[in-house]
């Protein structure tokens, strides 16, 4: 089955404590993306990877690490995270024509 | 840059009546647009999508969408609206091909359904 698999789904931390959320994709894409969801706001863009080792910043990249050194994964970094980053986050893979979504993280930075 | 605009960050009508979620958009050139809904709790799931084929797109559980070029519009409609069709909205614009490949989204519509 296609599809993108984000992990963990749901995640409580302890601002400063550095985390990882996975996100995987057996479909052979080859552009990535991670965006977060906040209440009023939408889905707004963190980074995205149009290729291995190729990765750029979406519209708030701050406070966020990512890496691209397989097509498949596409790691989200929250080297000291912050309560400003509690948020719901998604990771999604696309063919160019279309967007396949992740199920989501529920991150609660305390 | 490309950029969506939803009208309304609520919407809410009775059980039967027609829905009207309102999306503008802004692209340099011709986009691909979608309509993604979130259920409470749930990620997201795609409702329909237009890709430069026929203007009037028909989605899941009874939606559809007109792609209005003069307008730069892509409205959302459904007839008659259902309970369960209660959950948040969102409109998004991506270019297509060559490097262009990324999804704006719009804030989102949250449609409430009345008995």
């Known amino acids: 089955e296609a599809q993108v698999t984000q992990n963990p789904r749901y995640l409580i931390t302890v601002t400063g404590k550095k985390l990882t959320v996975t996100c995987s994709q057996n479909m052979n894409h080859e552009y990535m993306s991670w965006y977060r969801q906040d209440p009023g706001l939408g889905l707004r863009q963190i980074y995205y990877s149009m290729n291995v080792e190729v990765t750029d910043k979406g519209d708030v990249p701050e406070g966020y690490k990512v890496s691209r050194k397989e097509k498949r994964n596409f790691p989200l970094i929250l080297e000291s995270p912050s309560p400003n980053q509690t948020s719901l986050y998604f990771c999604?893979?696309?063919?160019?024509?279309?967007?396949?979504f992740g199920s989501g993280t529920r991150l609660t930075v305390v | 840059a490309q950029s969506v605009t939803q009208l309304g960050s609520h919407v809410s009508v009775s059980e039967g009546a027609l829905v009207l979620l309102r999306c503008n958009y802004s692209?340099?050139?011709?986009?691909?647009l979608f309509w993604y809904v979130q259920y409470p709790n749930q990620g997201l799931q795609l409702l329909l999508k237009?890709?430069?084929?026929?203007?009037l797109v028909k989605g899941i559980n009874g939606f559809e969408a007109e792609f209005k070029k003069s307008e730069t519009s892509f409205h959302l409609t459904k007839p008659s609206a259902h309970m369960s069709d209660a959950a948040e909205y969102f409109c998004?614009?991506?270019?297509?091909?060559?490097?262009?490949?990324?999804?704006?989204f719009g804030k989102g519509t949250k449609l409430s359904v009345k008995p």
């Open positions: 692209s340099s050139v011709p986009p691909y």
């Open positions: 998004a614009v991506m270019n297509y091909g060559g490097s262009q490949g990324n999804l704006i």
């Open positions: 999604a893979s696309s063919s160019g024509r279309g967007y396949t």
């Open positions: 237009y890709t430069s084929a026929a203007t």
